[in-house]
Every structure is written in structure tokens, then in C-alpha cells.
């Protein structure tokens, strides 16, 4: 069992950036895969990227790539989403999730947080 809880979201402007963390309980932490994803109102829950269990691999959503970095901690049992050059169309509630393998679909994912709130003003 993996719980994990976000933080780091707020209101900042266009061009600004935030360091979201997702802290996990649990021994296991370092044999899990990690995503992230972020669900806008009235839109479906979107991929933005992933980073494998050693923390050597990442991949991201074409929307975010350049501008957004997964990194982890297993020592603190932490993963980050680091957001530089935010856009109000990054604007929605982020999720981190854990998985035993490597893949992108929320589906596959195992344990979800509940959420952090990005907003993103113009």
C-alpha cells in the first residue's frame, strides 16, 4: 500500500513557476514508477509525465516538454514536478500516482494523491 500527498500548488502568473512535491508512505516507494497528471474543469485527466523507479528515466506529455521536470528523491520518498514559463492553460488540479510499470495510461496507475490546486493567471 502507497499513500501519497501533493503540495506546492497556488495562484501564480504567466510566466512564473512551482515546484510541486508528492510525499509517499511506505517502504516501497523506490520500486514504483511515478506519474503525473492534471485534470482542468470540464476536461478528462491528462497525462503529463512519468519518471521510471531509479529516477534515470523520464518522458512527458508534448505539451509541457521543455518546460516541466519529474525528478525523485527515494531516499525522502519524494517526487517532484518542477514547472518553469507556466501558461494559463496549465491551469487544473495535479496528481501524482504511483505504478508498478512504465507506462503513461492513468489506467495502469495503482495509487493516486489527492490532488493539488494550479492556477495560472494571464
Known amino acids: 500500500q502507497v499513500q501519497l500527498v501533493e503540495s506546492g500548488g497556488g495562484l501564480v502568473q504567466a510566466g512564473a513557476a512551482l515546484r510541486l512535491s508528492c510525499a509517499a508512505s511506505g517502504r516501497t516507494f523506490s520500486s514504483y514508477a511515478m506519474g503525473w497528471f492534471r485534470q482542468a474543469p470540464g476536461k478528462e485527466r491528462e497525462f503529463v509525465g512519468r519518471?521510471?523507479?531509479?529516477?534515470?528515466?523520464?518522458y512527458y506529455a508534448d505539451s509541457v516538454k521543455g518546460r516541466f521536470t519529474i525528478s525523485r528523491d527515494n531516499a525522502k520518498n519524494t517526487v517532484y514536478l518542477q514547472m518553469n514559463s507556466l501558461k494559463p492553460e496549465d491551469t487544473a488540479v495535479y496528481y501524482c500516482a504511483a505504478s508498478r510499470i512504465l507506462v503513461v495510461s492513468a489506467n495502469a496507475y495503482d495509487y493516486w494523491g489527492q490532488g493539488t490546486q494550479v492556477t495560472v493567471s494571464s
Open positions: 519518471i521510471n523507479s531509479s529516477g534515470r528515466n523520464t
